[in-house]
């Protein structure tokens, strides 16, 4: 009898032991052995998908656990304590029905052994329904609690993204010339997951783990503390072979993430720069340089996926080892009546447990990790010391220096006193020296120089994408440093050499240079405003020539218009912004000379009562300037109308002119 009891437990403990080696392998791919017996509930493992790094990226730092990083972390949750209240409470009552089930499992092998008949037949009726019971309420507590976890992830996904926008786009651009779009990407969707996932479903995961390890520990020792101390005894090597095994899987991880970023920003940078490759013709050595890269990531994938199948080819073995001495122990204590089979089933399915259980605490531990890590990043990026001092919306200054803000305000002399400039990614690099400049309020200043000289970097110290590290830029007499700089920026208008056009319809385009938001305003008012800056700016013709007209989609960055035509619409938008001081950078030198053509005419409409600060080397935009400002090695060296510097002999702006037109000029009356 005792020989018969033990070849059916051998048989199951074959079955359970193969399932105990696969649900440690299903660890890795976060396939959750766990839930009511299914092994249908997979999900990716976080933080495993392709990011969109580049080699600039800001490595993160070591990540260390300390309680400021934690309490950091968790209060991303403190809005949703009543969702993970409910569902942690419905995950203790799945675990309890998943953990009774081991108990229950062993009653009735006993009760196949002891009763016989109409009344075992009887008892399994009960115990039959009395189980639907108990699993019907197990999958009702474990679709709540599944349900809440997932959607209060995406709520907390969402409310971190928004923050994180929100703080990406207050930042100065100076924060935008050290980072990478790829990196800011990257922080937006992947890290903000990875955080939310840390304090939700990693949280739950790992609460579940912990509850089931305990109570199997628990019902381990209550069914037979001997058995239990043999099967317990492997947990301090597997524990330590675990802490060894993540500080190194950790290390390789970041050499496999290095190796990824590097072959991502390949295939970006060469992806937004096609034409370039197509029109060189370096396809081929594309593909072979991002073969290169990507061949890198799998030779240290094959490392890694050699450590884990050592780590879980030993954890297997240990597990089968503890089996074994399980199984030698349980079948003396069974021939001596010590323990029925039904007990052995019962501790053995509580082993199994307790080993996948201990294996979630572990892998709680590497996600918490992950998401401390991530939230550091994103820390990083929020930190205040880099953001402009943006006005908020619901805040209102109608005054400064005791005038009031209108646009007639800015119609005023703008002065750039003594100022001294150097890019923050460049710092050994002077820029602007000392530099003194007066425009006319209401006028038309020309700035010229060679290329490098510092011109653009004068209409971005106006628009205070930067700070100069020494002199003061004021409008009137009041320091721009003193206006709101939301305010500021409504009132300048700006239209590059090179137009940045979204990739939506050229209505949309156009009525993004409308200073108030745009659902503030009534459809029909702003869409005549649309078509009347569009005909200013003699866009209006093509536009209605194409088969959408307004609704006409752009394509990324405008590559579906001409050059000609992206500088129009660019032109559209800054004349609805309708500004007091218009900056045109070299607006027109790339263009071909019936582009050039439309476009001068639309600008001469526009410059008319507002201070216009034209940045160029064509003599046909400079020459009909009020002012024109020579600059040369950051300082103006030159100042005054065309005539006056067409008559300093061998002057910089003259010899600027001879060079364009490729003749000697005479002194011009």
Not at 80 to 89: F, L, P
Not at 262 to 268: G, P
Request: a positive charge.
């Amino acid at each position: 009898m005792i020989f018969h009891r033990l070849t059916l437990l051998s048989s199951f403990i074959n079955r359970s032991s193969n399932f105990l080696i696969h649900s440690q392998q299903n660890r890795l791919f976060k396939l959750n052995p766990n839930r009511q017996f299914s092994l249908t509930s997979i999900r990716p493992q976080r933080g495993d998908r392709p990011q969109l790094l580049t080699n600039n990226a800001v490595k993160r730092p070591k990540v260390k656990l300390t309680l400021n990083d934690l309490g950091k972390l968790f209060r991303l949750a403190q809005h949703e304590k009543g969702r993970i209240s409910c569902a942690i409470v419905l995950l203790l009552i799945s675990s309890s029905v998943t953990m009774s089930v081991p108990y229950i499992l062993g009653k009735i092998i006993d009760m196949l052994q002891t009763y016989k008949h109409d009344e075992l037949r009887r008892r399994l009726k009960q115990t039959t329904f009395f189980l639907i019971g108990v699993f019907g309420i197990g999958a009702i507590a474990n679709f709540g609690r599944v349900y809440l976890i997932l959607t209060t992830s995406q709520r907390i996904i969402k409310r971190v993204r928004e923050q994180l926008f929100n703080g990406i786009l207050r930042k100065k651009i100076a924060f935008f010339d050290k980072q990478k779009t790829g990196e800011l990407v990257n922080r937006l969707s992947s890290d903000t997951e990875v955080m939310s996932n840390a304090v939700t479903q990693n949280i739950s995961d790992g609460l579940r783990a912990l509850t089931q390890s305990i109570a199997g520990v628990g019902l381990m020792l209550y069914i037979s503390p001997q058995l239990a101390l043999v099967g317990l005894t492997t947990v301090p090597p597997v524990a330590v072979g675990a802490i060894l095994f993540g500080r190194f899987i950790k290390r390789l991880s970041t050499k496999v993430q290095d190796a990824l970023a590097r072959a991502t920003d390949v295939a970006e940078e060469r992806f937004s720069n096609i034409r370039t490759v197509k029109s060189f013709s370096k396809e081929e050595q594309e593909i072979q340089l991002y073969n290169q890269r990507i061949s890198n990531v799998l030779k240290l994938k094959y490392k890694e996926s050699l450590a884990y199948g050592l780590f879980y080819g030993m954890t297997g073995l240990s597990g089968n080892i503890i089996v074994l001495s399980v199984f030698y122990f349980g079948g003396v204590s069974m021939s001596e009546e010590a323990l029925t089979i039904g007990d052995l089933s019962s501790f053995l399915l509580y082993a199994f447990y307790v080993g996948v259980s201990i294996s979630g605490i572990f892998s709680f531990h590497l996600e918490l990790m992950k998401g401390v890590g991530a939230s550091q990043a994103v820390w990083s990026i929020l930190n205040e010391e880099h953001n402009e001092k943006m006005m908020l919306s619901s805040q209102t200054q109608h005054t400064i220096h005791g005038e009031p803000l209108t646009p007639a305000l800015m119609l005023r002399d703008i002065t750039f006193d003594s100022i001294s400039f150097r890019y923050p990614t460049r710092r050994d690099a002077l820029v602007l020296d000392n530099l003194t400049l007066r425009v006319p309020g209401g006028r038309v200043l020309a700035i010229c120089g060679s290329s490098g000289s510092g011109k653009s970097t004068l209409a971005q110290l106006l628009l205070r994408f930067y700070e100069p590290q020494s002199g003061q830029i004021s409008i009137g007499k009041i320091p721009i440093n003193d206006m709101p700089l939301h305010w500021l920026r409504s009132n300048i208008g700006t239209v590059p050499q090179e137009p940045v056009l979204f990739s939506s319809s050229i209505y949309e385009n156009i009525a993004y240079g409308y200073p108030t938001v745009v659902e503030h305003v009534p459809e029909t008012v702003l869409k005549n405003k649309v078509m009347q800056a569009a005909d200013t700016a003699n866009a209006s013709g093509f536009i209605e020539q194409l088969p959408e007209k307004y609704d006409t989609k752009v394509g990324e960055r405008g590559t579906m218009l001409s050059g000609g035509q992206k500088q129009r619409v660019a032109l559209s938008r800054a004349i609805l912004r309708d500004p007091s001081i218009l900056v045109l950078d070299e607006a027109t030198s790339a263009l071909d000379a019936q582009s050039e053509y439309l476009v001068q005419e639309a600008l001469e409409k526009i410059m008319v009562n507002r201070t216009v600060i034209i940045i160029a080397h064509r003599l046909s935009t400079i020459i009909k300037a009020d002012q024109i400002a020579v600059l040369d090695k950051g300082r103006i060296s030159e100042q005054g109308t065309y005539t006056e510097l067409m008559n300093i002999e061998n002057g910089l702006f003259r010899n600027l002119v001879a060079t364009q037109t490729m003749v000697d000029v005479d002194v011009v009356e």
